[in-house]
């Protein structure tokens, strides 16, 4: 369970906390796999692998998040790409009512997000979120992922926030590692990021959410 009584900030990440991870993972694991393939004269099946092979090497840096990396190792135009599908974008289940209830209760409401400047813009002009917010953070701007170690002394810099009174809520467990390892006090993470996916078992590490009616402030 949530103290709401103990928190003054709330840091939530964006995809696969907010919003659906169903998008993200139907763009990179299909739409821009078969995009390739179509380009490049070979078949979906050779595209798929090679996507593959070239993003997860890649995985937990800041080039794995970036449209403009994998636009210029692709030869491909991505975020016209992501920005033509951006209809497709969808909130989690009660996304936007909790994030009125904890402008409502006070709190200081932050987005930090792996996603590049140019996707954080396309998602945001997709939902009509940003004015919960006060203030959108991305990674690249610090240089790090959340996963590094490296990421959280800068974000301290940036906005001002005390660890014991801040919760952070994400849907990967790296990065929560991290936040915890920096001493972020309250953290919790999303039981089903993918809503076309099966659930994590509620036997992991961090508090679970699956929706956001479960810790309404």
């Known amino acids: 369970m949530i103290n709401w009584s103990a928190i003054d900030t709330v840091l939530l990440d964006m995809d696969g906390t907010l919003l659906d991870l169903a998008f993200d993972n139907y763009f990179w694991q299909t739409h821009v796999p078969m995009q390739y393939a179509k380009k490049a004269g070979i078949s979906n099946a050779e595209g798929f ?20 990396f994998w636009s ?18 969808a909130l989690r289940p009660g996304a936007e009512d909790f994030l009125q209830a904890l402008n409502d209760a006070g709190k200081q409401v932050v987005l930090v997000t792996n996603a590049d400047p140019l996707a954080l813009d396309i998602k945001m002009e997709a939902t009509g979120l940003e004015p919960y917010f006060h203030d959108l953070i991305s990674s690249h701007t610090h240089g790090a992922a959340k996963e590094s170690a490296s990421f ?13 009174s801040t919760l952070f809520v994400d849907d990967n467990l790296h990065v929560l590692q991290a936040a ?18 099966p659930a994590r078992p509620d036997t992991q590490p961090y508090f679970g959410i699956r929706h956001f009616n479960e810790i309404m402030p």
């Open 49 to 68: 692998a090679k996507v593959a092979q070239w993003t997860n090497a890649h995985y937990g840096t800041l080039n794995w998040y970036s449209l403009a």
């Open 72 to 89: 210029k190792e692709l030869d491909m135009d991505l975020a016209t790409l992501k920005y033509d599908l951006a209809h497709q974008v």
């Open 152 to 164: 959280w002394p800068s974000l301290r810099l940036q906005m001002s926030f005390d660890n014991p």
């Open 180 to 197: 915890e390892d920096f001493g972020i006090a309250h953290l919790a993470s999303i039981r089903q990021p993918d809503s076309g996916l």
